[in-house]
């Protein structure tokens, strides 16, 4: 069946420090990966989208990396602030259907 | 430009009462989603239309009904509200052409007793 896997425990860090959250992902064939970070009590918001035949992405302090070989993206978030404390989510897109399939997200706790 | 908006943001429901979630969108997408979060479950997609008078099941379609009758509203029904169906309910709009972002609305607490 169709899987996809975000780091269910969340992730505390320092601030300053680097924080990489993963998604991995099986039985799909992803044209493409969105990350969208969503903040408690609101909608998500798109931060990202990688395509298939894209390594790596970055935009200001945030890189996702795209694997389709291990089936993974890694979304890093360097330099982190407690402003970046949320929960990430990774999405595929769903062949055929137009419609995105999410992960469970990962909550991600920056630390002052 | 006011986004994605839904009405209402929180409702009480009793087992077996009926109600229509409203999404809005004013910024003439053609894709628009209905999707419930549940506590470590993500999201999950419920219908989406891909324009007006369309519509389409998603991954957890039972128990719900949907309409597009105009292209900038996407209206959920509950005929029936089970307490399984307590959730919180997001809205979500898409330019067509796919490999775009989606835009959420700010979500609606449903709570079935």
Known sequence: ?112 | NAGVTQTPKFRVLKTGQSMTLLCAQDMNHEYMYWYRQDPGMGLRLIHYSVGEGTTAKGEVPDGYNVSRLKKQNFLLGLESAAPSQTSVYFCASMVSGGANEQFFGPGTRLTVL
């Open chain 1, 1 to 112: 069946s169709q899987k996809i896997e975000q780091n269910s425990e969340a992730l505390n860090i320092q601030e300053g420090k680097t924080a990489t959250l993963t998604c991995n992902y099986t039985n799909y064939s992803p044209a493409y990966l969105q990350w969208y970070r969503q903040d408690p009590g609101r909608g998500p918001v798109f931060l990202l989208l990688i395509r298939e035949n894209e390594k790596e992405k970055r935009k200001e302090r945030l890189k996702v990396t795209f694997d389709t070989t291990l089936k993974q993206s890694l979304f890093h978030i360097t330099a982190s602030q407690p402003a970046d404390s949320a929960t990430y989510l990774c999405a595929l897109d769903n062949t055929g259907r137009r419609a995105l399939t999410f992960g469970s997200g990962t909550r991600l706790q920056v630390q002052p």
